[in-house]
Nanobody
Framework: VQLVESGGDLVQPGGSLRISCVASGFTFRWYAMSWYRQAPGKERELVATITNDGGSTNYADSVKGRFTISRDNAKNTVFLQMNSLKPEDTAVYYC?????????WGRGTQVTVSS
């Protein structure tokens, strides 16, 4: 299993960014996918989850109405569109899939929100 995140950047408050995660090594379309984030000195937290067919999504209260998770099963890719970014969104963002009872993680992509 391999998860490779990309798209992290430095963005000003109020700005937008889309990050991506390309998956391989498993049948992508069979599994729900999630995005987590970890800010310096804080625990890793769940940001958003999408079902295998993209029909249902869930979000942390802190990002509802600002972030959108989506997926392209033809390209084995999951996305996180982030709008109205705030300094408190600064974190390393990780892609996650749970296969049977094992969680798999990417290496993360850094998102920094600062003026």
């Amino acid at each position: 299993v391999q998860l490779v995140e990309s798209g992290g950047d430095l963005v000003q408050p109020g700005g937008s960014l889309r990050i991506s995660c390309v998956a391989s090594g498993f049948t992508f379309r069979w599994y729900a996918m999630s995005w987590y984030r970890q800010a310096p000195g804080k625990e890793r937290e769940l940001v958003a989850t999408i079902t295998n067919d993209g029909g249902s999504t869930n979000y942390a209260d802190s990002v509802k109405g600002r972030f959108t998770i989506s997926r392209d099963n033809a390209k084995n890719t999951v996305f996180l569109q982030m709008n109205s970014l705030k300094p408190e969104d600064t974190a390393v963002y990780y892609c996650n899939v749970r296969l049977v009872s094992v969680s798999h993680w990417g290496r993360g992509t850094q998102v920094t929100v600062s003026s």
